[in-house]
Structures are given as structure tokens and as C-alpha cells.
């Protein structure tokens, strides 16, 4: 395995994957600032889909993520869809 940890983010059109470099005492912090990556105040982070706090130890291999407030509830979406389709036939 390659000593390296993925950033992966989205702009409103286009997702950006990052590899960089691990370093001993890694902290997700380090791989925002290495991506020069400004966390927003509705944003969040993790690793491998799961939140996790800037200060957590990054692991050789991991995937940091960076997470956008939901737009819609995917209930509400999929039922929404549902509904259009329904009306189409």
C-alpha cells in the first residue's frame, strides 16, 4: 500500500479527487491545509463516509470526504419523483 490518503470535495458541477502524501501525526486538518481546501461553516468532514471531528488521525489509504448540507430530504425526493413519473403515464 502506498503511503497516501485521498481528499475528495464537490463544486456545484464537478467532483475533485486529491492524492497526497501521509505523514506520521496526520490529522485531517493537514489535508485540508496541503489541499488548500477552506472547510465551510455548513460543511463537514469525514473518512470513508463517516463524520469525523479536524483533528482526527489520518490512516495511510484513507479517503477524507467533504460533506454539503442536503438540498432535500431523499424521501421527500424520491417520493417527488415518484409522483412525476406516476403523472407521465
Excluded: C
Amino acid at each position: 500500500m502506498k503511503l497516501q490518503v485521498e481528499f475528495f470535495y464537490y463544486t456545484s458541477n464537478d467532483l475533485y479527487h486529491m492524492e497526497m502524501a501521509w505523514f506520521s501525526g496526520m490529522q485531517v486538518r493537514d489535508v485540508l491545509q496541503l489541499a488548500n481546501y477552506q472547510l465551510g461553516v455548513e460543511e463537514s468532514v469525514g473518512i470513508f463516509g463517516k463524520i469525523t471531528a479536524i483533528d482526527s488521525q489520518v490512516m495511510p489509504g484513507d479517503r477524507i470526504e467533504i460533506y454539503k448540507p442536503l438540498l432535500i430530504d431523499p424521501k421527500v425526493a424520491r417520493r417527488l419523483r415518484a409522483a412525476k413519473k406516476g403523472k407521465k403515464g
